[in-house]
């Protein structure tokens, strides 16, 4: 008998709300009426919609996290014993592992913040502004950080105010700071306060409207860090992709165009050690597929 759940469908949403992800991004007050609960289909579509929007990318990404490590694993144990092994693993495992966080208990364990209703942050001192022109992305975590904000900001007064006089009592008056540093920020342009706030060594950096896609294809510093490559090939064209999530010194990786269905398929058999005999008796049976051999069937049904 196969384990309890063996064989079930596994989809990015499902896992991801198997493991309180999507409740989590969804904001404060915003969580889903109950199941039950009578609905008329205009709110089904806006509970819909608002659920979609909080259903972030972690479950896919860890899933392939969770297999590309497992398979390293045995590759390692492979090549100190010889023995190789199977690799199981659950995108419901690896996404448990992602939010494993919330699913450690303890006496005393502080409260898991959550982003406000708006989704602008976590907290005053680590979320979006509204500007004069676009939006700031302020993140100002440690003691020396604050002090410098206030100083860079020329708000000193802040320091001196007894309700964020630590890090307890700022999050205690959290919205009252939110509104002061609210006030502040629209006073300039996002591009303004990056320019002003970061370079004082407190993370502020300008959060514009671009999509993450329009991001990875037009700004500056994802070129020159090759995050982002353009590829070119006979049969796909021009492509932008990811860059190698890794740099190798010794063995660097290359991000090509995709490749053609069977590109690879003599290079693999001639690797596996086939006779030219094999490798033809492949081809007749349509075992075995490649773009030289579709190249001469059409040429010869072109004649």
Not at 38 to 66: C, F, H, K, Q
Not at 274 to 288: Q, Y
Request: with cysteine.
């Amino acid at each position: 008998m196969g384990r309890p759940g063996a064989g079930r469908a596994a989809f990015h949403p499902t896992a991801g709300a198997l493991c309180g992800g999507a409740y989590w991004q969804i904001g404060r007050g915003n969580q889903p009426p109950p199941n039950d609960a009578p609905l008329e289909i205009e709110e089904v579509v806006r509970w819909g919609e608002r659920m979609l929007a909080a259903n972030e990318g972690t479950p896919d990404v860890s899933a392939a996290l969770a297999v590309g490590t497992g398979l390293a694993m045995a590759l390692y144990h492979k090549s100190r014993t010889g023995e190789g092994q199977s690799v199981e693993t659950s995108m419901l495992n690896s996404n448990a592992w992602v939010c494993s966080d919330d699913f450690i208990r303890y006496e005393g364990k502080p409260p898991r913040r959550e982003p406000d209703a708006e989704l602008r942050g976590l907290h005053a001192l680590k979320r979006l502004y509204r500007t004069h022109t676009g939006w700031a992305f302020l993140e100002c975590e440690q003691e020396a950080e604050w002090e410098t904000l206030c100083r860079t900001l020329e708000r000193e007064d802040l320091l001196e105010d007894d309700r964020f006089s630590s890090a307890t009592q700022r999050l205690e008056h959290d919205e009252a700071l939110a509104s002061i540093l609210s006030g502040i920020f629209a006073g300039r342009s996002a591009e303004e306060w990056e320019a002003t706030v970061s370079p004082a060594g407190v993370p502020c950096v300008a959060a514009d409207a671009r999509s993450r896609g329009e991001f990875f294809l037009r700004d500056p510093s994802v070129a020159a860090n090759e995050l982002v490559v353009r590829t070119e090939s006979r049969h796909s064209g021009v492509m932008y992709r990811q860059g190698p999530p890794s740099r190798l010194s010794l063995t660097p990786g290359v991000a090509g165009p995709p490749h053609e269905h069977g590109e690879d398929t003599l290079a693999i058999l001639e690797e596996l050690g086939l006779s030219g005999e094999e490798v033809e008796a492949l081809r007749r049976k349509g075992v075995a597929s490649a773009p030289e051999w579709r190249s001469a069937a059409g040429e010869a049904a072109g004649e």
